[in-house]
């Protein structure tokens, strides 16, 4: 095909009144037309070469790649996939020269989305299926065999991943089988392959041995990854060790299935290379171990070394430290004792003066009044020594009265607290003994009186004789006048037993108060005895283990390291009875911890 013909074969296309369906007709004879010319040809590859180089140039084959991206051709997908096909085998053999980085990296990618997706269209089409497999094995197997490097991207890419879902059997046996043609009729495409895009090959091959049960699949895809193992070898070994537990696999989901033989094959190559893995990762370890231990041992040596240095520094720094100090010490010694015999020397001085002193008033003196003098001087002297024994003699016997004066008080209050409780206990039972019977709930209620009563009574009379109901009988009324008189005397009840409650509560704050000001009156914990403690304690057993209690508890609160203490948060009163009686006690806890002085009992 000469350059006129494919720039008429360009205009052409490029002619807007041409519909879709008629653009995919021009293109596909066209091109089958100049593809078969060209094969008849004596110099058949150059010219096959030359003519692929052409359209690609004169930008038909772009043409082509956008009619197969626009797909809005729905009844003759027949013609769809001889576009594809025809765009691959163009694709297959051409020398762009200078343009050849665009034509792989940007040119061919497109072709092989636009191809892809073609072959998504015609799966979900049953009627479709043998353009699919055409699509698939004639377009796509092909243009592989020729370009390697587009392997990465029709694994990764969006088109084939949707292939690779589907639930079909034959579509997923397809997918393996093109694989293998590849493999097999272009023998330098494994070894063309970089280390992940042969990875992404293998995981898909395991990937429908993990996934699908069809015996056909199952052994498609042994046979691709032997296949794969025969041609990169040695290469293969590393990436066989990402799949770990494949033998396992293959023993327990594939035996029995027809191809036993594939399958021992394939399982001694991965046990192989998993021994041999072990044997190189257990020499790793050893050289390891021999490296992280040689580290150690050099950084322990030289840290050696520098804490010697170090440890030569400190112990000069502390001998030089204990000399200073025992200088300072013996310069502290030195002036405590010059201060001292300055000391003594200046009382001897002073001793020295003032009997000098008196020396010369003796002399002043006549010798008739010398010993009177000195017998002034011994009474005085006596009189003060006395002074001094008498005041602390007084203090002494001050402070035991004082405590024995406490004592007895404490005595005497006890004595009167429990007299006081005897006489008020006699004087309830009298008074409850001489108390009248208690009299009905609506009797003797202020504000009724009998006159009061009767105008009632009559008004009730009066309504019962005018609004008399013939539903109510006799025995009803009178079965509700019990019922109402029940329930009168259930509410008398509920109100003497809260009078009792409150008389109740009344004596026992009461005996609170005396007991506070017992403790207020106490004397300090520096002179009490054991005997005045005891006399604090509760006489009820109940309230006396509460408090033992309570203490208890405060003393191992006090014993717990300070970590077990954060976050804990003071404890208010657990009743409000308890709330009430602190805030009128003024904040003094009567609850097992009694406080004296301020200080906890």
């Known amino acids: 095909m000469e350059e006129e013909e494919l720039q008429e074969l360009k205009r052409k296309l490029e002619n807007e009144d041409l519909d879709q369906e008629q653009r995919i007709n021009l293109l596909n004879s066209s091109l089958s037309k100049a593809l078969n010319s060209a094969a008849l040809q004596p110099d058949g590859g150059v010219s096959s070469s030359l003519l692929k180089s052409r359209l690609y140039l004169s930008g038909v084959l772009n043409l082509c790649v956008a009619a197969l991206n626009l797909r809005k051709l729905q009844n003759d997908w027949s013609a769809m996939a001889t576009l594809a096909h025809l765009t691959c085998c163009c694709c297959v053999g051409v020398k762009p020269g200078r343009h050849s980085e665009a034509f792989h990296r940007l040119f061919l990618p497109s072709v092989m989305d636009a191809v892809l997706s073609l072959a998504g269209q015609l799966m979900r089409r049953s009627e479709c299926w043998s353009q699919f497999r055409k699509t698939m094995k004639d377009s796509v197997g092909r243009l592989l065999e020729d370009q390697t490097h587009l392997t990465p991207h029709i694994l990764s890419s969006a088109h084939y991943e949707q292939i690779q879902m589907c639930d079909d059997v034959a579509v997923t046996l397809l997918c393996v089988q093109m694989w293998i043609q590849i493999c097999s009729t272009n023998r330098k495409f494994l070894s063309e392959l970089s280390d992940d895009s042969a990875l992404l090959l293998l995981n898909e091959a395991v990937g429908q041995l993990a996934l699908s049960s069809d015996p056909a699949v199952g052994r498609a895809s042994v046979t691709l990854i032997l296949l794969m193992a025969n041609q990169l070898k040695l290469r293969l070994r590393p990436l066989l060790l990402s799949f770990r537990g494949l033998d396992s696999l293959l023993d327990k989901d594939w035996r029995g299935r027809g191809f036993d033989q594939d399958l021992d094959q394939l399982i001694t190559l991965v046990q192989s290379e998993q021994r041999m893995s072990h044997s190189e990762a257990s020499t790793e370890h050893v050289q390891a171990v021999c490296v992280i231990q040689a580290a150690w041992c050099s950084y322990r040596t030289r840290r050696r070394v520098k804490s010697l240095n170090r440890a030569v520094g400190a112990l000069q720094r502390r001998y030089r430290a204990r000399r200073r100090q025992q200088q300072q010490q013996r310069e502290v010694q030195r002036w405590q004792e010059e201060l001292s015999y300055q000391v003594f020397v200046r009382r001897q001085q002073a001793r020295r003066r003032f009997h000098q002193k008196q020396r010369r008033l003796l002399q002043l003196l006549p010798p008739d009044q010398v010993a009177s003098y000195l017998q002034e001087v011994e009474r005085r002297a006596a009189v003060v020594i006395q002074s001094f024994w008498r005041g602390f003699r007084e203090r002494q016997r001050y402070n035991n009265t004082q405590r024995h004066t406490l004592r007895e008080t404490h005595n005497r209050q006890q004595a009167a607290m429990a007299l006081q409780r005897v006489v008020r206990r006699f004087l309830e039972e009298r008074r409850a003994a001489k108390a009248l019977p208690t009299a009905a709930f609506w009797i003797g209620q202020e504000g009724l009186t009998d006159s009061r009563r009767a105008e009632l009574k009559r ?48 004596a026992l704050m009461a005996h609170t108060h005396t007991q506070l000001e017992l403790l207020r009156d106490a004397p300090p914990l520096s002179v009490v005895t054991a005997t005045d403690a005891d006399s604090f304690l509760s006489p009820s057993g109940s309230i006396a283990a509460r408090g033992r209690d309570a203490h208890n508890a405060a003393l191992q609160a006090e014993r717990l390291p300070w970590w077990r203490t954060l976050g804990r948060t003071d404890e208010g009163p657990a009743h409000p009875q308890e709330a009430e009686l602190e805030a009128e006690l003024g904040g003094l806890y009567v609850g097992g911890v009694r406080e004296v002085d301020g200080t906890k009992l």
């Open 459 to 506: 008004q009730v009379e009066e309504h019962i004789a005018v609004n008399r109901s013939s539903c109510v009988s006799p025995q009803q009324c009178k079965v509700l006048h019990h019922q109402v008189q029940q329930l009168l005397q259930s509410e008398l009840q509920r109100r003497l037993d809260r009078m009792k409650e409150d008389q109740h509560l009344e």
